[in-house]
């Protein structure tokens, strides 16, 4: 299957590797950690880390004890999983594929955990998101467990609205757009508004989910509100507001009135 050129050629200019490591996408790192712990199985279970990219949560899976899978259609991507793989060579990543997830080139019932980390972002169509959500399951063993990430409808309107954006005419476009139908298109070539990608409602993230034949667990707020914090390094840097941050945001993840408003949610599922 074709992927998107303008989602390649972004990703060929966009320092993916080391986002998580910077600034509030820590918390989505830390945040999405702490889901995965809670819903994967115990190691040594077999894991697709599919969009995986540079290989940062495959690299922290595997050396938890997980037999990890990458599959990314960038290849500078599995590239760089490689490099961070080889410096933990008593923990490696088991295998590295360049491919995409709606055509898993992999045996039906082969994984524990699949992952969706950045697939359904960059699927701009309902059927292409499906057919990645069905390739989950037909490669998941009877009670595998799915953990799927997406972008909230609302993140770049809380974003224009906590960075001052919307004086940007351009940008306060892309907002009325991705508000109206989800669809986050970027003309102006700055990498800092992201690249074309799907907004999901949180409803219809766990609909999508059970359209694919997945039972649809529950939805999480990875980061909830927290990612609107105005001195957010002040807090993450200090210990004692680290914890509480990451409590309070514990106790709103699963509250359907907030959801919306988390930049990334996660959709747990199983395939029964």
């Known amino acids: 299957m074709q992927f998107s050129g303008e989602i390649l050629s972004f990703y060929k200019n966009y320092d993916e590797s080391n986002r998580l490591a910077a600034g509030v996408f820590q918390l989505e790192y830390a945040r999405t950690q702490e889901i995965l712990l809670r819903a994967l199985p115990p190691p040594p279970a077999v894991i697709l880390d599919a969009g995986g990219g540079p290989g940062v949560y495959s690299c922290w899976l595997a050396q938890r004890g997980y037999e990890v899978h990458l599959l990314d259609p960038v290849p500078s991507h599995l590239e760089q999983a490689r490099e961070r793989s080889a410096q933990q060579p008593e923990h490696p990543v088991a295998g590295f594929t360049l491919g995409e997830a709606r055509q898993l080139d992999f045996a039906d019932d082969r994984f524990d955990t699949v992952l969706l980390m950045g697939p359904l972002y960059h699927l701009l169509e309902r059927e292409d998101r499906i057919q990645a959500l069905r390739e989950a399951r037909r490669v998941l063993r009877p009670g595998g467990v799915l953990c799927a990430a997406a972008i909230s409808r609302f993140a770049s309107a809380c974003d224009?609205?906590?960075?001052?954006?919307?004086?940007?005419?351009?940008?306060?476009?892309?907002?009325?757009?991705?508000?109206r139908d989800g669809r986050h298109r970027n003309p102006?070539?700055?990498?800092?508004?992201?690249?074309?990608?799907?907004?999901?409602?949180?409803?219809?993230?766990?609909?999508?989910?059970t359209a694919a034949g997945l039972q649809h667990e529950q939805t999480l707020a990875i980061e909830s509100i927290g990612w609107l914090l105005q001195n957010f390094e002040e807090w993450w840097n200090e210990e004692a507001r680290r914890g509480q941050l990451l409590e309070i945001i514990r106790r709103l993840e699963s509250a359907p009135s907030l959801l919306g408003a988390s930049a990334h949610l996660m959709g747990l599922a199983q395939k029964r």
Do not use: C, K, W
């Open 160 to 179: 224009g609205l906590f960075q001052n954006l919307l004086g940007d005419a351009s940008f306060a476009a892309i907002v009325q757009n991705d508000l």
């Open 188 to 209: 102006t070539g700055n990498l800092m508004y992201f690249t074309e990608s799907y907004f999901h409602r949180p409803e219809e993230l766990a609909e999508e989910i």
